[in-house]
C-alpha cells in the first residue's frame, strides 16, 4: 500500500485496503509535506515529513475511512478507505468495480463516495456466477 505526495496531491486520492496492513507515505517532492489523520476509529497521527524523509510507514489497526491532510498546503486532501473484509474494490473512471472469488452467500454492498455519502444494496453471489449490481448516487 503506498500514498504517495507526488506535485502535493495525494495519489491515489482513495487509497483502499484492508484493516492491520501498513502504508508506506511517499515524499518525492523535496519540500515539507505534513501528514495529518483525522482517524476517530483509529489513533489519529500527525507527522512531519521533511523533504529529506523520503518515506514513512504507519500500520492502520481497524475499520474506517480516514481523511488525510497536510498542515502546510490546505489543498492536500485525500482518504485512505480501511475495509473490514478482503471484499473491496475502488472505483474506475467510469464508476465501476469488481469483486473477484466472494464465496457464495447474500451480503450487504457498501458504497462510499467522498461528497455523495453511503449507500447500500443486498446483493445474493451464487457459485459460479457473476452477480451485477447498480447503485445510484444523488448529489448533495
Ligand atoms: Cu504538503
Redesign the pocket.
Known amino acids: 500500500m503506498t500514498l504517495d505526495?507526488n506535485g502535493?496531491e495525494y495519489k491515489p486520492h482513495v487509497l483502499a485496503f484492508v484493516a492491520g496492513s501498513t502504508v508506506e507515505i511517499l515524499n518525492p517532492?523535496g519540500?515539507?509535506?505534513?501528514v495529518h489523520s483525522y482517524s476517530k476509529v483509529n489513533t489519529a497521527f500527525n507527522t512531519a515529513q521533511p523533504k529529506f524523509k523520503k518515506a514513512l510507514t504507519q500500520k492502520i489497526e481497524k475499520p474506517e475511512v480516514i481523511n488525510i491532510k497536510?498542515?502546510?498546503?490546505g489543498w492536500?486532501s485525500g482518504w485512505l478507505f480501511v475495509a473490514e473484509t478482503p471484499y473491496f474494490s475502488v472505483t474506475d473512471d467510469k464508476g465501476s468495480f469488481k469483486l473477484t472469488d466472494v464465496p457464495p452467500g447474500t451480503y450487504n454492498v457498501e458504497v462510499w463516495h467522498e461528497t455523495l455519502g453511503k449507500v447500500s444494496q443486498k446483493v445474493t453471489v451464487k457459485s459460479k456466477e457473476e452477480a451485477k449490481v447498480t447503485f445510484e448516487m444523488a448529489k448533495k
Open positions: 505526495q502535493c517532492d519540500i515539507l509535506h505534513n497536510c498542515d502546510v498546503h492536500m
